[in-house]
């Protein structure tokens, strides 16, 4: 249950939404507890979006390195699927005291990021697994956040009251170009170690999950 304080924070939020929308869909706003000059630049900061072209690596933002009580807006990037997306690998941990490893989610995310096939590492010195979806089509996504325990307020970031804290955390992950261009013998060798690759998964996601052939 929401005290008072949270209660007003949370309507004043929901008034400051609405009014965006209004903003954003050309309407005018006569009188508002907000300034519409600062409303304008939130608007210009949240709808900022820029593709990212050329990379050979990247890495997608973590909540850590983004600079706390920063007044200063920061960059993030994000991994949009698409079916006619440019082929890259993308490369992601998991601490497995936190959360296992379902094979049948990891193939349904494979599938929404156009991915061929999946790899999974278990890594012996930690309880982490190391999955690389192989080949994953999309765009990478070019965007602005204020860093932990921050809010936008126009165009720069300010602190947050107690029931506006972030609660999501972004994940580390990394994303390589894929290589596009092969001769007939590497492609030969890529698609032996692919069926390798497949049996390898196959048989650590059984012993992982507890089952029997």
Not at 156 to 183: F, N, S, T
């Amino acid at each position: 249950m929401m005290n008072l304080r949270e209660w007003k924070i949370k309507t004043e939020e929901s008034i400051k939404d609405s009014i965006k929308d209004t903003i954003r869909n050309g309407g005018t706003v006569n009188e508002s507890l907000f300034s519409i000059e600062d409303l304008e630049q939130e608007i210009i900061v949240e709808d900022f979006e820029e593709i990212v072209e050329d990379f050979e690596e990247i890495s997608f933002i973590d909540e850590n390195d983004l600079e706390f009580k920063c007044p200063d807006l920061q960059e993030t990037v994000e991994f949009i699927p698409s079916e006619y997306g440019n082929e890259m690998d993308i490369e992601a941990e998991i601490n497995l005291d936190e959360a296992s490893v379902h094979i049948e989610s990891l193939r349904k995310i494979a599938d929404l990021m156009f991915a061929e096939d999946y790899e999974i590492e278990f890594m012996d010195e930690a309880a982490r697994a190391k999955i690389v979806f192989k080949r994953a089509k999309g765009e990478i996504s070019k965007k602005k956040k204020c860093g932990p325990g921050m809010k936008l307020s126009g165009n720069r970031c300010i602190p947050q009251a107690g029931a506006q804290k972030a609660k999501e955390k972004v994940k580390g992950i990394k994303l390589k170009r894929a290589k596009k261009a092969m001769g007939s013998g590497k492609k030969k060798k890529a698609a032996i170690k692919a069926k390798i690759t497949k049996k390898r998964v196959s048989g650590r996601a059984r012993n992982f999950s507890n089952t029997e052939n």
